[in-house]
């Protein structure tokens, strides 16, 4: 087609995105003392008082029970005072009824404490539809086809979706389907949470924004997004079964044609087997709505072809429009793991008790999500304690449980708490609140001053015990933590000699992968756990092995060695 | 998602095959609904993860989950076809004494066939 063969440089727009308020409504500032929010006029009359049913009620004596409205009338904006008794006033003059200009100051009986701003709709420049229309006065000739004026609008649009807002991709496509079908009035209905189909744009063709009104034949909107069909032209003179239908007759309108929006199929390649079953028919994400009441206005003899292009190009529209939400959603979660990240810099921020008999290292590397490894270290009568543990999964999920974990044991290391009661605590807890498939491995072990260490592990990766340069790898073990409400646990005893070192690991280090996805393996940690004294070495061989494949998971190892 | 999940049914039972990583998220989240709404219509499975490369630490929260649900609604699971690395990790967690764990598809179905008589 034509369109492809066209050139057109769209430059960048930099410019402010507007917020979710600036939307086709025109909206009301409410300022209250240092309060302030924002109302959408999406109905009129608007009614102000102080009785509590009022769209917007302020509670002040001086306010009347019925104290104003605001009407709408040919797309202008109207407040008229109720009678009452301090009066209504727009920017300082005392008025009985005002037609709203943008940025007039209205207030309600209270003077200066409380007053609204008015602004009509679209207060935005670079919006997407005035770009719009500035190329299609530009580019588009005469003798391009409606098909190509509406395939170019769209190609704009969808690259200006970007920037623009679901809002400014409605009216946009209104303005379009209005000028290609040349009927009288559009209105878009999109689905809310509960299904129910609300007005979220409209237009006349002259450009003027239009509210929801009872001369929408709403029976005809819920055929269209009922039907099967691409879309439903209705022309009323020619259908014999409308009359008992209520605007159809009220207000004569001649031509509706609805067309459902539904949600673009993405290809579904998931296992057939394994595929939940999906719904025949792709959901309906709301409508396109237009209608006309002249004769002279008649669109029963628009092309098929143009409707069945809107069908299609404005489902994906609105959809593109809906991912670019989705992506400033996502980024709002990015801003909560990095939350957190803080909590887990929290949990491995560890200030390591100094005792003459041992000392203790411990370093952590993490991966670009967030895990739930954390480290800890207590020194008490009964020895100097080190804790380390991985609560499962990922996320903010995992950082909290490991918060709350750390302070659990660390809470009964402190209290002097035999190992075996520390862990049995906390598989009772994450037992019976029902946390889940939420679970944590954890090695708890405690050394005291004479060489003697006791140690408790649940569902960890061995710890290495390095005597003389051989590495022994006991076999003792438990069940993790949280896993299975009736499980019971063991601890074990080593005796230590002077030099000899305990190395515990988190899975993270023994499953660091390389670029031909090999697991870095117990045995080569052993290799250089054997070798080396220092835990940087140890980083140094994971890191050597990983080549430039990034970690999956956070690795920590904690060092112990028993001087004496 | 990098695991497919089939269920084919033998005498009554259903096998459930799974191939490819069992992770945390997606995969577990699928893996989950699926052992589930298959034990809602036949409580007796054999599961068999000979195709599963690798099953983080999610992913067994996951299916022991599944598992000691299943067994408190009074359904059962046995488990086949598991890797050296899969024997590993349940090794060290000590999770085998948890899981009934068979050398073959019908060494579990006959375990399975001697429990229902």
Do not use: W
Not at chain 1, 317 to 325: F, G, K, S, T
Not at chain 1, 419 to 431: K, Q
């Amino acid at each position: 087609m034509g369109a492809g063969q066209r050139h057109m440089a769209f430059q960048p727009i930099t410019g402010p995105v507007s917020s979710p308020g600036s939307g086709i409504f025109p909206t009301l500032v409410f300022v209250q003392g240092n309060d302030q929010r924002t109302i959408n006029l999406d109905h009129t009359p608007f009614t102000v008082g102080r009785k509590v049913d009022k769209d917007l009620v302020i509670a002040d004596p001086r306010v009347s029970r019925d104290h104003a409205l605001i009407t709408s009338e040919d797309g202008q904006f109207c407040v008229v005072d109720q009678g009452s008794k301090h009066g209504t006033f727009v920017n300082g003059e005392r008025v009985q009824r005002k037609t709203l200009e943008r940025n007039d100051r209205v207030e309600f009986g209270v003077r200066d404490v409380s007053y609204v701003i008015f602004h009509p709709h679209h207060a935005s420049s670079n919006t997407a539809r005035e770009f719009l229309s500035q190329i299609s006065g530009i580019q588009i000739s005469t003798d391009t086809t409606d098909l190509e004026k509406l395939t170019l609008f769209l190609e704009a649009a969808r690259k200006l979706n970007t920037t623009g807002v679901l809002d400014e991709i409605l009216v946009t496509l209104l303005d379009a389907t209005l000028k290609l079908t040349r009927a009288e009035r559009g209105y878009v209905f999109m689905r809310d949470e509960e299904n129910n189909l609300r007005l979220a744009a409209g237009r006349n063709s002259k450009g003027e924004p239009l509210l929801d009104d009872t001369t929408i034949s709403h029976s005809i909107l819920d055929e269209g997004v009922k039907s099967n069909s691409e879309f439903v032209i209705t022309d009323t003179s020619q259908s014999l079964d409308l009359a008992g239908r209520h605007s159809i007759v009220a207000y004569d309108l001649r031509t509706v044609i609805c067309i459902p929006l539904r949600k673009p199929q993405v290809q579904a390649t998931r296992d057939a087997q394994a595929a939940v079953p999906t719904e025949s028919s792709p959901e309906v994400m709301g409508a396109l709505y237009v209608d006309s009441r002249f004769a002279s206005r008649d669109i029963s003899s628009v092309s098929n072809d143009i409707l069945r292009a809107i069908a299609t190009e404005a489902a994906s529209l609105i959809e593109n429009a809906r991912l670019v939400q989705a992506e400033e959603a996502a980024r709002r979660y990015q801003q909560e793991l990095s939350i957190a990240a803080s909590i887990q810099q929290g949990l491995m921020a560890v200030s390591i008790p100094e005792v003459p008999f041992a000392r203790m290292k411990g370093k952590n590397l993490s991966c670009k999500e967030i895990g739930g490894d954390f480290f800890d270290a207590v020194n008490t009568e009964e020895g100097l304690a080190v804790v380390l543990a991985d609560v499962s999964g990922k996320g903010v999920s995992a950082a909290l449980l490991a918060n709350t974990l750390q302070g659990m044991i660390y809470s009964q290391l402190t209290a002097g708490m035999p190992l075996i009661d520390i862990v049995v605590a906390a598989n009772r807890f994450f037992t019976h609140k029902h946390i889940g498939e939420k679970y944590a491995t954890l090695i708890i072990a405690r050394i005291r001053r004479d060489g003697e260490l006791e140690y408790v592990n649940c569902g960890h990766v061995p710890p290495l015990l390095v005597c003389n340069k051989e590495v022994i790898r006991p076999p003792h073990g438990n069940l993790p933590v949280g896993l299975l409400a009736d499980a019971t646990y063991e601890s074990d005893h080593v005796s230590l000699h002077p030099g000899d070192r305990l190395i515990l690991v988190t899975d993270g280090v023994t499953e660091a992968e390389n670029a031909r996805g090999d697991f870095f393996e117990d045995s080569r940690l052993e290799a250089v756990a054997a070798k080396s004294a220092t835990l940087e070495d140890i980083f140094a061989a994971v890191a050597n092995f990983c080549g430039g494949t990034p970690l999956s998971d956070d690795c920590t190892v904690v060092e112990l060695v028993y001087s004496g | 998602m990098d695991l497919k999940i089939g269920k084919r049914r033998v005498d009554g039972v259903t096998i459930v095959s799974c191939q490819g990583r069992i992770m945390f998220g997606d995969e577990a989240n699928a893996l989950r609904d699926f052992l589930k709404q298959t034990l809602a219509e036949t409580p007796r499975m054999v599961l068999n993860l000979a195709g599963v490369t690798y099953i983080d630490s999610g992913g067994l929260g996951t299916l022991v989950g599944v598992y000691s649900s299943a067994r408190g609604g009074g359904a059962d699971i046995k488990l086949t076809g598991l890797g050296q690395r899969l024997r590993d990790v349940l090794q060290i967690t000590k999770l085998a004494t948890v899981f009934e764990v068979f050398d073959s598809e019908q060494e579990a179905l006959t375990a399975l066939g001697r429990g229902a008589a």
